[in-house]
Structure formats: structure tokens, C-alpha cells
């Protein structure tokens, strides 16, 4: 039984307007406050906004007197101010020769800014695809996980995490867990559909330790509070068995994982 999901639903090159207020924030000053951003698909996973030049503050952009031939037309290299110092080379600033939705419009490196907002929520690591669902859904499924045949976690009241484009993730309680098999870690990584995780761990077993198998959220997203404080184990890493059927590891996946 393999581990099936849905495919993204654009293709890269995809643009699509945003209807959401978008601000991105650099050394405690609003670097752009749009209501005009535009989604960009440069692959099919998820999009970057590119940002209207009249809607970013004076001063932000520095233009480096580069230009660029980049996958969608000629683009002036610009560094971004923060503060005293100059970040080179993180936006792009496109001319009129790109296509509809980024001509006059900025491309900026998602790092290059300090923190980046929808509406008033911080958002990570991307903006959330209009095309992605993510469903976190209560069940009765038995659920075990097991490495080298050492028993991790068995549920029968899991959260199932439905998101387009990622292998279904079973979250348990930590009633479920044997953490006498895990050790706490400190990795944190964000995604922008759930939120920032508050803690990992990684597995135990005789001589082997692979690294962060486990997370968890304590403090998620609304849209999936069911999982918070529960643990989810990284399908592509250990053995899951869901109501007695082995489930096929998927590939690592290389894009998001959590």
C-alpha cells in the first residue's frame, strides 16, 4: 500500500494576483506594504510574491548597477538596506521586457527580510499556496511506527495531516510515544502552513541514532490546532503501519517535509 497524494496543481511560470496585504519588515521598518502583490510559481511546489517598485519603502532598494538575464527577462540586481549595512544582491528588479504580473516588480530573497507578513500573521519560510489544502483530521486508525524493528509509536486516535503535494503525516499523542527510544535535539524549522515546530528528537536504537525523526508543534497554526502538542514521525525515515498494512516509504521529499 503506498502512501498516496495529490501532485501541486500549477506548473512553474504560473503568476496569479493576490488578494492579501503583504509586508515584509527589515531591521524593525517596513521594507513593502502592498495590497497589489502577485503570486509567482518558479516551480510548481509553491509560489514567491513578487512586489510592485512603488510600494517598496524609499531607501530599501540599492541598485547595484547589474543587470541579469534570468529565467523571466532582464532583471537590475539590487542589495537591500538594513540598518547601517547592505545585504547584496537579494532582490531583483524586473524590466519591461518580462512577461505580464513581473515586469516593475520585485523578487525578493525570502531571507533577506527580517519578517514577512499576510494580512497581520507572520508567515515562514514562503507564502501559503492558494492551491494547497491542508486538513488536519481526527481518526481511529491504528497507527504504529516502528525503526529496525523497535516499536516508536502506537495510536489509535491519531491526527491525520492532509497537505496537496506531501505524503499524509500521522500525528499521535505523546502518551503514544516511547520516548525511551528518543532523545530531544534542539532543531526548530517553520513551514507556513503549520507554524514553527517546538521540538524535535532524534532516534535511538543499540548503536544508531538518526537524527530528528520526530516533531512536534505546541503552539500550531489555527487552521491545524488538532495537532498541537502531538509528535509525527517523518514517513521517509522509519516504518509506519497504518491499520495493520505497511505503508511504502515516499522518496525525501525536496521541498518541505514536516
Known sequence: ???????????????????????????????????????????????????????????????????????????????????????????????????????????????????????????????????????????KAEVVVELDGVRLARSTSPVMVFETGLPTRYYVNKTDVDFGHLIPTHTQTPCPYKGVTTGYWSAHIGQNVLADVAWTYGYPASQVSPIAGLVAFYNELVDIRLDGVVLERPETHHVKRR
Request: glycine fraction near 8%; charge should be negative.
Open 1 to 139: 500500500m503506498g502512501d498516496i497524494y495529490p501532485s501541486p496543481a500549477v506548473t512553474a511560470g504560473h503568476v496569479e494576483p493576490s488578494p492579501r496585504r503583504v509586508r515584509g519588515v527589515v531591521d524593525n521598518a517596513t521594507a513593502f506594504d502592498t495590497r497589489t502583490a502577485n503570486y509567482v510559481w518558479e516551480w510548481p511546489f509553491y509560489p514567491q510574491y513578487y512586489i510592485p517598485v512603488a510600494d517598496v519603502s524609499n531607501g530599501v532598494l540599492v541598485d547595484e548597477d547589474h543587470e541579469q538575464r534570468l529565467r523571466f527577462g532582464t532583471a537590475r540586481r539590487h542589495g537591500v538596506r538594513s540598518g547601517e549595512r547592505i545585504m547584496a544582491g537579494v532582490a531583483q528588479v524586473y524590466g519591461d521586457d518580462a512577461p505580464p504580473g513581473i515586469a516593475g516588480r520585485v523578487r525578493f530573497d525570502w531571507a533577506a527580510l527580517d519578517a514577512w507578513f499576510e494580512e497581520d500573521e507572520q508567515i515562514f519560510v514562503h507564502p501559503r499556496s492558494p492551491y494547497v489544502r491542508v486538513d488536519a483530521i481526527r481518526s
